[in-house]
């Protein structure tokens, strides 16, 4: 099993980027693909981007200026967020796929995902 804590969130003005971090333990992270989703008060959880297992294959959601990447020596994956809105404030949390089907097809879809970190809040001031 392995266990995600994500980090690099914080309180940024709008047009700002910020870099939020998921580091893993407990198993190596180069068997998971993996996601970045995000929840705005009220809102149901969304997709932000996913990567596979490899790196090679990125998705992202329409609209997001966001780039995802992963560091597979580190155990982590990065979302380099820029251009930052008022509406991209939220809770940002990564996951972590373990199907062998998906690992170079990463998932749009939360239930997918079997393990979840606890979230980094994000909050962009306009």
């Known amino acids: 099993q392995v266990q995600l804590v994500e980090s690099g969130g914080g309180l940024v003005q709008a047009g700002g980027s910020l870099r939020l971090a998921c580091t893993a333990s407990?198993?190596?992270?180069?068997?998971?693909?993996m996601g970045w989703f995000r929840q705005a008060p009220g809102k149901e959880r969304e997709f932000v981007a996913a990567?596979?297992?490899?790196?090679?294959t990125t998705y992202y959601a329409d609209s997001v200026r966001f780039t995802i990447s992963r560091d597979n020596a580190k155990n982590t994956v990065y979302l380099q967020m820029v251009s930052l809105k008022a509406e991209d404030t939220a809770v940002y949390y990564c996951?972590?796929?373990?199907?062998?089907?998906?690992?170079?097809?990463?998932?749009?879809?939360?239930?997918?995902?079997?393990?979840w970190g606890q979230g980094t809040q994000v909050t962009v001031s306009s």
């Open positions: 407990g198993r190596t992270l180069s068997s998971y693909a």
């Open positions: 996951a972590a796929d373990s199907a062998t089907a998906r690992a170079g097809v990463p998932s749009r879809s939360r239930n997918d995902y079997d393990y």
């Open positions: 990567i596979s297992r490899s790196g090679r």
